[in-house]
Nanobody, 125 residues
Framework: QVQLVESGGGLVQTGGSLRLSCAAS????????MGWFRQAPGEERKFVAA????????YYADSVKGRFTISRDNAKNTIHLQMNSLKPEDTAVYYC??????????????????WGQGTQLTVSS
């Protein structure tokens, strides 16, 4: 069983920056594919960014490419999402996801078996 705990959400103005973190349980974190998804009110959960188990590969949704950066620290069982140039349309609950035993990047929510509880990001205009 993998437990994920997100932190770092909050209220920020348009153009601002924020960093989300996700702490994972488990002694084999370095074998987990990890990802960030977000869900706005009335919408389905959508892919934001993913990172491979080693951290060597990343992938981003077009809507965040160039503004968001996903990273991981396997020694601390943690991933981060650095978000810059935030826009009101980035407002959503952000979820961390993990899939143990997969080395590559996963962009479909159906590919992940473990999810955090989510953290709210609100970007004011």
């Amino acid at each position: 069983q993998v437990q994920l705990v997100e932190s770092g959400g909050g209220l920020v103005q348009t153009g601002g920056s924020l960093r989300l973190s996700c702490a994972a349980s488990g002694r084999t974190f370095s074998s987990y594919a990890m990802g960030w998804f977000r869900q706005a009110p009335g919408e389905e959960r959508k892919f934001v960014a993913a990172i491979s188990a080693s951290g060597g590969k990343t992938y981003y949704a077009d809507s965040v490419k160039g503004r968001f950066t996903i990273s991981r620290d396997n020694a601390k069982n943690t991933i981060h999402l650095q978000m810059n140039s935030l826009k009101p349309e980035d407002t959503a609950v952000y979820y961390c996801a993990a899939q143990p035993g997969f080395a590559g990047v996963l962009t479909r929510k159906e590919s992940y078996n473990y999810w955090g509880q989510g953290t709210q990001l609100t970007v004011s205009s």
